[in-house]
C-alpha cells in the first residue's frame, strides 16, 4: 500500500501542480483547527477498508479491485463552488486513465479510472 500511495502522491504532483499538498487521509479537514497550517488546494488519498485476499506461499496478500478515494479540500473565501470544482475537474483530468508506477517505474495496479 505504500508504494500505491508514493504513486499516486507522485502522479497527482508530477501532472498537477495546482496541488500543493498531498497526503494520506486521516479525517484531517474534519479538524482543521488543531493542526499545523497546510497549503491548500489540498488531496487525502483515503484508502479505506481493504478485502484482503488468502495468504500466499510467500506470505504476501492480495487485494482485488479496490477504491481508493481522493478527498479534495481548497480554501476559497469566494461564495461561487466554480473554483474549487474547476481545480476538481482538473485533478481529474491530471490522474485519469494513468498508471501508477513505483519509484523503479515498474506499473503497480491498474490504470486510475
Do not use: C
Not at 508514493?6 to 504532483?13: D, F, G, P, R, Y
Not at 488519498?45 to 495468504?55: H, P
Not at 481522493?70 to 476559497?76: A, I, P, T
Request: proline share 3%; glycine share 4%.
Amino acid at each position: 500500500m505504500i508504494a500505491h500511495f508514493e504513486a499516486l502522491k507522485t502522479l497527482i504532483k508530477q501532472r498537477y501542480t495546482a496541488v500543493k499538498t498531498v497526503d494520506i487521509y486521516n479525517r484531517q479537514y474534519q479538524r482543521t483547527e488543531k493542526l499545523k497550517a497546510i497549503q491548500y488546494p489540498a488531496v487525502y488519498i483515503d484508502f479505506g477498508k481493504i478485502n484482503w485476499n488468502g495468504n500466499h506461499s510467500d506470505g504476501s496478500q492480495t487485494a482485488n479491485n479496490h477504491t481508493i478515494v481522493l478527498h479534495f479540500v481548497n480554501y476559497d473565501v469566494d461564495d461561487s463552488p466554480v473554483p474549487t470544482l474547476t481545480l476538481a475537474e482538473g485533478l481529474h483530468t491530471a490522474i485519469k486513465n494513468k498508471k501508477l508506477k513505483d519509484n523503479t517505474n515498474q506499473t503497480i495496479g491498474s490504470n486510475v479510472t
